[in-house]
């Protein structure tokens, strides 16, 4: 059983439609409030495509592999799994990995993120919940605070919990045992992790791009569940243009089969594919409008870079960590951007991608042999 603070939520849309109309008719709060289901909506609909086991779910080969040992070995030796954090960019599957290794490890899990753990109550309430051999997951794991991550440390080492009742001079400090438990923990950013929590995690997985011939599987498997009809090609073109993750081709097949609908006689083919993600100006490479205009706003104004974080930022209105998190890993790995000691700066590709002529001096904000 999954038991995570969305399945909490009241209203669960069943499709998206239901709840957009019961909600309030005011600007500001209407397009928070629709972002709300939307999102709640993209939840859903995610959970029913999720894999549930090791043979449903499509590459990160090698990672499998070593979590099927580790959880075997586990088995055998009638011990809960050693803690596990897994990084990597958003959208690669770590909330779903997750949900597998409780499935093939026989236990429940619990879903939470760091951000809702924010007063010590929330995380020592979650820890003296478990069950023995229970899953914690928790999400953003880098955003937990000190007092959070302290509680943390003995329940992980020694499953028990320091609590101080009492103040000043009255204090008293009680050990209380917590139940076996595996901790999984999720980050986009595992140097934001403090050390010492870093420390405490057994296994440490990081989580990669995937290949488009995985990224193909996806989008087939994906269709039959949603009764999506698609042909080897059209699922080619979603892979091609899904920036190398899962998440993103879950959401194109809807968009496809939406236009494939309206346009087309229900199919998605390469064609259909094609116009649909032209219509939602993703690229070829996968781009779409945010990544070109942070790539352009470099090469036109910065004469492609360096350029500090926080100067994009501003001038793209996007906060530091969502260019951090979810624009850059993908530009990175996809050879248009880079990272320098003195700032983002593009590459020849990124020119070339975007249609302009590569200056002559242009070096890829390298040090000069002088600088
Ligand atoms: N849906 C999302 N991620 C997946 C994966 N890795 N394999 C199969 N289906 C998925």
Redesign the pocket.
């Known amino acids: 059983m999954i038991i995570s603070d969305d399945d909490s939520k009241k209203n669960t849309p069943k499709n998206g439609e239901s709840n957009i109309q019961k909600l309030p008719p005011k600007s500001k709060a209407r397009a928070k409030d629709l972002e709300a289901v939307s999102n709640e909506f993209d939840e859903t609909y995610e959970k029913t ?3 549930k086991s090791f043979n ?5 080969t090698s990672l499998k592999e070593t979590l099927k040992i580790s959880i075997e070995a586990a088995k055998r030796r009638n011990v809960p799994l050693d803690h596990l954090l897994f990084y990597g960019p958003p959208g690669l ?1 770590k909330t ?1 990995l997750a949900g597998i290794i409780a499935e093939e490890y026989g236990v429940d899990i619990k879903i939470t993120s760091a951000p809702a753990l924010e007063r010590p109550r929330d995380i020592i309430g979650i820890l003296m919940s478990l069950k023995g051999g229970e899953i914690l997951f928790i999400d953003e794991i880098h955003r937990l605070n000190k007092v959070a991550e302290e509680i943390l440390y003995p329940a992980m080492e020694d499953f028990s919990l320091d609590l101080t009742t009492g103040k000043s001079q009255t204090v008293k400090t009680m050990r209380v045992p917590v139940q076996k438990f595996t901790l999984i923990g999720a980050t986009t950013k595992a140097g934001a992790l403090s050390g010492p929590l870093r420390d405490r995690f057994g296994i440490i997985h990081r989580l990669e791009f ?1 290949k488009p011939e995985e990224l193909q599987q ?1 989008v087939k ?2 269709a039959k569940i949603l009764n999506v009809e698609i042909d080897e090609n059209g699922a080619l073109e979603i892979a091609l243009r899904s920036r190398a993750t ?2 993103i081709a ?1 959401r194109l097949i809807k968009r496809a089969s939406d236009y494939a609908i309206v346009k087309g006689d229900g199919k998605i083919t390469k064609e259909i594919a094609n116009l649909a993600l032209n219509n939602l100006n993703i690229d070829d490479f996968g781009l779409d409008n945010t990544d070109r205009a942070l790539l352009k706003l470099i090469i036109e104004k910065y004469s492609g870079g360096p350029v500090g974080i926080e100067t994009l930022a501003v001038a793209l209105g996007e906060d530091i960590r969502t260019i951090e998190d979810v624009y850059e890993p993908y530009l990175l790995q996809s050879g248009l951007l880079m990272r320098t000691l003195r700032g983002r700066t593009v590459t020849k590709s990124a020119y070339k991608h975007l249609g302009y002529d590569i200056p002559g001096n242009f070096n890829n904000g390298q040090l000069g042999l002088f600088e």
């Open positions: 495509i999720r894999p449903e779910y499509i590459g990160q599957g779903t995937y996806i498997r994906s899962p998440r879950n």
